[in-house]
T-cell receptor, first 111, second 116 residues
Framework: AQSVTQPDIHITVSEGASLELRCNYS??????LFWYVQSPGQGLQLLLK??????LVQGIKGFEAEFKRSQSSFNLRKPSVHWSDAAEYFCAVGNDYKLSFGAGTTVTVRA | GAVVSQHPSRVICKSGTSVKIECRSLDFQATTMFWYRQFPKKSLMLMATSNEGSKATYEQGVEKDKFLINHASLTLSTLTVTSAHPEDSSFYIC????????????FGPGTRLTVL
């Protein structure tokens, strides 16, 4: 069975500082991995995805993520956070078209 | 591209009534759509997989007679919450699968259902 763990429930970061969100997955084969962002009361927006190839994936809004098979991780990073990045972030692993989501990490940005 | 809409964005209904939520893929065809339920401060729970022209596949513990899903066309899936009760109040989100190459789900903006 596939599963996703996001160890950090809530992260507070200063505007302009760097951000890293952790994601660990459990899956028997090569996973399809995703990061989604959800603003309050909204649906999910795809930030980036990994299927194969280069393990460093670039996404929208200046985000990137690195797939590390040895660590079963797919951490999300952004070098300089903007106030608009305050949101809920979900990591997901996919198989047979289905997605399993982590519990999410809430990001708060302070001025 | 890959835009998914939902209607309505929010709905309030009385207990015992039925509510229909529409999910549309606006700029692509989706043979497969998904319905999720999200509780406050919680992750998304997959309710069912909706396949165009066939019966939906429900996840364990989801009442198929309570949550009726119809996927009548390649761009439209509907979720009907029948005889709604306050415990059905939730945020319902649909997604559409963009096929061809690595499959990716694109999500709608969600529907907030409140049952009084």
């Amino acid at each position: 069975a596939q599963s996703v763990t996001q160890p950090d429930i809530h992260i507070t970061v200063s505007e302009g500082a760097s951000l890293e969100l952790r994601c660990n997955y459990s899956y028997g084969a090569t996973p399809y991995l995703f990061w989604y962002v959800q603003s309050p009361g909204q649906g999910l927006q795809l930030l980036l995805k990994y299927f194969s190839g280069d393990t460093l994936v670039q996404g929208i809004k200046g985000f990137e993520a690195e797939f590390k098979r040895s660590q079963s991780s797919f951490n999300l990073r952004k070098p300089s956070v903007h106030w608009s990045d305050a949101a809920e972030y979900f990591c997901a692993v996919g198989n047979d078209y289905k997605l399993s989501f982590g519990a999410g990490t809430t990001v708060t940005v302070r001025a | 591209g890959a835009v998914v809409s939902q209607h309505p964005s929010r709905v309030i209904c009385k207990s015992g009534t039925s509510v229909k939520i529409e999910c549309r893929s606006l700029d692509f065809q989706a043979t497969t759509m998904f319905w999720y339920r999200q509780f406050p401060k919680k992750s998304l729970m997959l309710m069912a997989t909706s396949n165009e022209g066939s019966k939906a596949t429900y996840e364990q513990g989801v009442e198929k007679d309570k949550f009726l899903i119809n996927h009548a066309s390649l761009t439209l899936s509907t979720l009907t919450v029948t005889s709604a009760h306050p415990e059905d109040s939730s945020f319902y989100i649909c997604s559409a699968l963009l096929a061809g190459g690595p499959d990716t789900q694109y999500f709608g903006p969600g529907t907030r259902l409140t049952v009084l």
